[in-house]
């Protein structure tokens, strides 16, 4: 198969992967898992004794948990050894991403701060940007904020109102706005502003001491309590013109492809914190007693921690295998120097997988801690049980970074958009996909694993059959019809959450791990790849019958039931092996 394809943004649609192309959590090296060791013990240790004091937000407490991690390198991992920091590679952000939510509120401001705030210096500023402020970054002697959002303008980041004019010296820009919903703003030192420069989005690094910059009162949200949340409020602020990030009236480039990276950076951290939810209920569960047993010896509540489990394995799977991606796609940067137009390119060219890792990410997180205030009945509902403060906690996932909708609109419109453009031949392929089906029954004969890697074959035609009947029938409307857009994005985000799944599988197959751990990894990707093949199923029907209609229809129709059969399988005897492993684990049991 062409591995140009393979390793291309949306590329997995169109071709045929093999597990060998793909990067599992198995295969982290040494220094991997000592930095994810080393990351535990420091939450661990330092800050979840004290997230009571976190929540309240104690003053001054976060920027000395900072300091501590910049002490211990974690702040620097992408920020190059020239400047301080540790120069990292991807799967090195996914294992630190995956712990430090067992700080609660202290993750947020983490990931605000080494993601969005400090990677639009590291990928789109100058030499001398970087000089400046990479180093004080990197240490945690200066801290970071992102400034997109506005109050009339979140999802729709391009309506920004705040304005930049040039001076008549022309050495400053002066900046008028108001920043909403603003992570870190209560205590970081420069804040990455965007602002419109003749109606052009442009980035400036804004700095907490410039005249003319203030700030709202603490918002009291509903979550993630113990991080800042504020207004950033310019009036007048003079920023000195080499203070642009990227290029001039082109601050899009910089604000949606750092987004990208972020979006890819939260799912990790909401597997990390899905894995805590699923312990901290395993826990619970085993201590409480109703009826006179355990809570975990019932079908109704082993069969949520399978449920749990499983979709957690997906999501991890297409982390890692999404690092592999970005690793790829970096690795040849020098982020030295300037390398602006090179970082846009690579950080656009997995855009679509990024948005796909948020969305499966958040959502399975929301199910973890859904799940376990149930488990946990009343007590669920109890400050006093961690659990209460997950659920609240977990809600601005499927919010941050935009919205869920937002990242599932991004995916139909992407591969459109690439497609009519000839990057991506996904309209030929859909063609073909058609033609073939008339003339074939598309059977198998595979078992096991073998069958499941058919399965995603299947599920990738079917996507492609969706998707070019719906361009070719439903044409420009396509673009504005939400309802099948978001049709085609849950087919997408489905196949490549199974698909992941099924080649980690594939792969783990032939690794030197635990029997326990290659049971639960068969057993885990047998039941999402059945799950993920049902909902696709749904959903290209719901598609087609929008788009299609009349004798063409029913053959079509006709066509997609010869497309899905596929072997019959046990589904509750599935999730009672992979219960039993989860119950004997008493945690995620795998890692």
Same mark, same amino acid.
Do not use: W
């Given at each position: 198969?062409?591995?140009?394809?393979?390793?291309?943004?949306?590329?997995?649609?169109?071709?045929?992967?093999?597990?060998?192309?793909?990067?599992?959590?198995?295969?982290?090296?040494?220094?991997?898992?000592?930095?994810?060791?080393?990351?535990?013990?420091?939450?661990?240790?330092?800050?979840?004794?004290?997230?009571?004091?976190?929540?309240?937000?104690?003053?001054?407490?976060?920027?000395?948990?900072?300091?501590?991690?910049?002490?211990?390198?974690?702040?620097?991992?992408?920020?190059?050894?020239?400047?301080?920091?540790?120069?990292?590679?991807?799967?090195?952000?996914?294992?630190?991403?995956?712990?430090?939510?067992?700080?609660?509120?202290?993750?947020?401001?983490?990931?605000?701060?080494?993601?969005?705030?400090?990677?639009?210096?590291?990928?789109?500023?100058?030499?001398?940007?970087?000089?400046?402020?990479?180093?004080? /970054?990197?240490?945690?002697?200066?801290?970071?904020?992102?400034?997109?959002?506005?109050?009339?303008?979140?999802?729709?980041?391009?309506?920004? =109102?705040?304005?930049?004019?040039?001076?008549?010296?022309?050495?400053?820009?002066?900046?008028?706005?108001?920043?909403?919903?603003?992570?870190?703003?209560?205590?970081? *030192?420069?804040?990455?502003?965007?602002?419109?420069?003749?109606?052009? /989005?442009?980035?400036?690094?804004?700095?907490?001491?410039?005249?003319?910059?203030?700030?709202?009162?603490?918002?009291?949200?509903?979550?993630?309590?113990?991080?800042?949340?504020?207004?950033?409020?310019?009036? *007048?602020?003079?920023?000195?013109?080499?203070?642009?990030?990227?290029?001039?009236?082109?601050?899009?480039?910089?604000?949606?492809?750092?987004?990208?990276?972020?979006?890819?950076?939260?799912?990790?951290?909401?597997?990390?914190?899905?894995?805590?939810?699923?312990?901290?209920?395993?826990?619970?569960?085993?201590?409480?007693?109703?009826?006179?047993?355990?809570?975990?010896? &019932?079908?109704?509540?082993?069969?949520?921690?399978?449920?749990?489990?499983?979709?957690?394995?997906?999501?991890?799977?297409?982390?890692?295998?999404?690092?592999?991606?970005?690793?790829?796609?970096?690795?040849?940067?020098?982020?030295?120097?300037?390398?602006?137009?090179?970082?846009?390119?690579?950080?656009?060219?997995?855009?679509?997988?990024?948005?796909?890792?948020?969305?499966?990410?958040?959502?399975?997180? *929301?199910?973890?801690?859904?799940?376990?205030?149930?488990?946990?009945?009343?007590?669920?509902?109890?400050?006093?049980?961690?659990?209460?403060?997950?659920?609240?906690?977990?809600?601005?996932?499927?919010?941050?970074?935009?919205?869920?909708?937002?990242?599932?609109? /991004?995916?139909?419109?992407?591969?459109?958009?690439?497609?009519?453009?000839?990057?991506?031949?996904?309209?030929?392929?859909?063609?073909?996909?058609?033609?073939?089906?008339?003339?074939?029954?598309?059977?198998?004969?595979?078992?096991?694993?073998?069958?499941?890697?058919?399965?995603?074959?299947?599920?990738?035609?079917?996507? /492609?059959?969706?998707?070019?009947?719906?361009?070719?029938?439903?044409?420009?409307?396509? =673009?504005?019809?939400?309802?099948?857009?978001?049709?085609?994005?849950?087919?997408?985000?489905?196949?490549?959450?199974?698909?992941?799944?099924?080649?980690?599988?594939?792969?783990?197959?032939?690794?030197?791990?635990? *029997?326990?751990?290659?049971? &639960?990894?068969?057993?885990?990707?047998?039941?999402?790849?059945?799950?993920?093949?049902?909902?696709?199923?749904?959903?290209?029907?719901?598609?087609?019958?929008?788009?299609?209609?009349?004798?063409?229809?029913?053959?079509?129709?006709?066509?997609?039931?010869?497309?899905?059969?596929?072997?019959?399988?046990?589904?509750?005897?599935?999730?009672?092996?992979?219960?039993?492993?989860?119950?004997?684990?008493?945690?995620?049991?795998?890692?």
């Amino acid at each position: 198969m062409d591995l140009d394809l393979a390793l291309k943004g949306g590329g997995f649609l169109l071709a045929e992967i093999t597990p060998d192309q793909v990067f599992t959590p198995e295969e982290l090296n040494e220094d991997h898992l000592q930095l994810k060791k080393m990351t535990r013990s420091f939450v661990e240790k330092e800050i979840a004794p004290k997230i009571e004091a976190l929540e309240e937000q104690e003053d001054g407490l976060i920027r000395s948990f900072m300091a501590q991690a910049g002490e211990l390198g974690l702040l620097g991992l992408e920020v190059p050894e020239e400047f301080g920091g540790m120069s990292m590679d991807k799967y090195s952000t996914v294992v630190v991403g995956e712990e430090v939510p067992r700080g609660a509120s202290f993750a947020v401001a983490f990931a605000a701060h080494t993601g969005i705030g400090t990677l639009p210096i590291v990928y789109f500023g100058t030499p001398e940007q970087k000089a400046k402020y990479l180093p004080g /970054l990197a240490s945690g002697e200066t801290i970071a904020a992102y400034c997109l959002t506005e109050p009339g303008s979140g999802s729709d980041a391009l309506g920004a =109102k705040a304005t930049a004019v040039l001076n008549a010296e022309g050495t400053h820009y002066i900046l008028n706005g108001t920043k909403q919903f603003i992570t870190n703003a209560g205590f970081a *030192d420069i804040f990455l502003v965007y602002a419109k420069v003749d109606g052009k /989005l442009t980035n400036f690094i804004v700095e907490r001491t410039m005249p003319g910059v203030s700030f709202g009162p603490e918002e009291k949200k509903m979550g993630i309590k113990g991080s800042s949340t504020r207004q950033v409020i310019l009036e *007048d602020v003079a920023v000195p013109v080499e203070n642009v990030v990227g290029e001039l009236g082109r601050g899009h480039v910089v604000a949606f492809n750092i987004l990208n990276v972020g979006r890819f950076k939260l799912a990790a951290a909401a597997i990390g914190s899905a894995q805590l939810a699923l312990e901290v209920t395993l826990k619970y569960a085993e201590e409480r007693k109703q009826f006179g047993v355990p809570l975990n010896s &019932f079908g109704a509540i082993q069969t949520k921690f399978a449920e749990i489990a499983t979709r957690t394995y997906l999501a991890e799977s297409v982390v890692y295998r999404t690092a592999g991606l970005m690793e790829e796609a970096c690795k040849d940067l020098d982020v030295t120097g300037d390398c602006r137009k090179e970082a846009g390119k690579a950080l656009e060219e997995h855009a679509v997988e990024c948005s796909l890792n948020k969305v499966i990410a958040s959502e399975v997180l *929301d199910l973890a801690v859904d799940e376990g205030v149930q488990v946990h009945g009343g007590y669920g509902f109890i400050a006093e049980y961690p659990i209460e403060r997950m659920y609240r906690d977990s809600r601005i996932n499927r919010l941050f970074e935009g919205t869920n909708e937002i990242n599932r609109l /991004l995916v139909p419109g992407t591969l459109l958009k690439r497609a009519m453009s000839g990057e991506l031949p996904l309209l030929a392929a859909a063609k073909n996909v058609s033609k073939d089906l008339m003339s074939s029954g598309l059977g198998s004969e595979e078992e096991g694993l073998a069958a499941l890697l058919d399965m995603t074959q299947k599920a990738k035609k079917l996507c /492609l059959m969706a998707s070019g009947i719906a361009a070719q029938n439903l044409g420009m409307e396509l =673009k504005d019809n939400q309802y099948v857009l978001l049709g085609l994005a849950e087919m997408v985000l489905q196949v490549y959450a199974m698909e992941s799944g099924v080649l980690r599988a594939l792969k783990v197959q032939e690794m030197d791990v635990t *029997d326990d751990h290659k049971l &639960f990894v068969e057993k885990a990707a047998t039941l999402g790849a059945y799950s993920a093949m049902n909902m696709i199923e749904q959903h290209a029907k719901e598609v087609i019958c929008a788009a299609e209609q009349g004798d063409s229809l029913s053959t079509v129709l006709a066509g997609i039931r010869k497309l899905v059969r596929r072997p019959n399988v046990d589904m509750i005897g599935l999730r009672q092996e992979i219960a039993k492993l989860v119950v004997e684990k008493g945690k995620y049991p795998i890692r």
